[in-house]
């Protein structure tokens, strides 16, 4: 399995960003998928995943602001940012699991793609 992140960069506040993760390997349609963040010295955060399904969910700092898709057909997720705050900030991973649905603890990671937002 192969997750490949792509997409982030620096950008100023209130501005938007898209992530994109092509994925390779065993992932497909068939797994759920997820974004995840890191900052250093927090916690790992789950940002938001989707299920098989399209069922979709958020962590509570990022609804309606951020949204999470898919394009089965590419193999490719999505993260689209938009109302950027500093806050948002981070190492942001691609994470993919076994399985239909997601949880905290997928299964498999990209390598990240750095996420800078300025005030």
Known sequence: VQLVESGGGLVQAGGSLRLSCAASGSIGSHNA???FRLVRGKARELVAAITSGGSTG??????G???ISRDNAENTL??????LKPDDTAMYYCAAYQYAIW???PDY???GTQVTVSS
């Open 65 to 67: 602001r951020f949204a």
């Open 33 to 35: 998928m997820g974004w």
């Open 109 to 111: 990671w990209g390598q």
């Open 78 to 83: 999505y993260l689209q940012m938009s109302s």
């Open 58 to 63: 958020y962590a509570d700092s990022v609804k």
């Open 103 to 105: 949880s905290r603890h």
